[in-house]
């Protein structure tokens, strides 16, 4: 992990005299922004061993960590569907999370059978820094976001929200089940 200190050399370039505090904790605000719009601190989690008759299991996030989002499950080994808020129920079986905090079946599941969840995480309120590759392959986007938020530059935060939405265009685009042509089919 990365202390958000490892940003002031970039943020304080651009909003000298900011107090180190007040510096630190508008990154973590880009930092929570930024990995919950782009969604590109995404982790699996390791294997949750179903029991008889528990639907709920708690999510095993890392300490200062919230979900943003389940990417995807896996329950013993196969893919299982998952539902997000906002999109339309599934029938049948599938996961979800109530709370952020616990990751639920819709219906009753064997015993002893392992469900892996990959899912996209942001920075709590008590993080005290962020992962390693986030930071060596966003540290100008995220010190970006914070420097628009200290200096309350419009031009900065449209910067910003440019960046971001390019990114998780890049992000996801790989990731699409259905990858776009290169060249309109004519005939």
């Keep these: ?13 651009s909003a000298p005299g900011t107090p180190e505090p007040i510096a630190e904790h508008a990154v973590l605000r880009a930092a929570q922004e930024f990995c919950h719009e782009t969604r590109a601190w995404i982790v699996e989690l390791d294997p949750t061993i179903t029991q008889e008759g528990v639907l709920t299991y708690d999510l095993e996030l890392d300490q200062g960590v919230e979900l943003v989002r389940i990417e995807s499950a896996k329950f013993n080994g196969q893919d299982y569907p998952a539902w997000r808020p906002g999109e339309a129920t599934p029938c049948g079986r599938y996961v979800y999370t109530p709370d952020g905090r616990a990751i639920a ?10 469900l892996v969840i990959r899912c996209a995480i942001k920075p ?3 993080a005290t820094g962020i992962d390693d590759v986030i930071f060596a392959r966003y540290v100008k986007t995220i010190a970006l976001g914070a420097v628009a938020e ?12 440019n960046r971001m939405a390019r990114i998780k265009t890049d ?13 309109a089919n004519l005939f």
Excluded: C, H
Excluded at 1 to 13: A, C, G, I, Q, T
Excluded at 105 to 114: H, M, Q, R, T
Excluded at 172 to 180: E, L
């Design 1 to 13: 992990m990365k202390p958000w200190s490892n940003f002031l050399r970039d943020v304080r370039l």
């Design 105 to 114: 079946f819709s219906e009753g599941v064997g015993a002893g059978l392992p």
């Design 124 to 126: 709590g309120e008590t």
């Design 150 to 161: 200290l200096t309350s530059d419009p031009a900065k935060r449209g910067d910003f929200e």
């Design 171 to 183: 992000l996801w685009r790989g990731s699409a089940a259905i990858r776009p042509r290169a060249r």
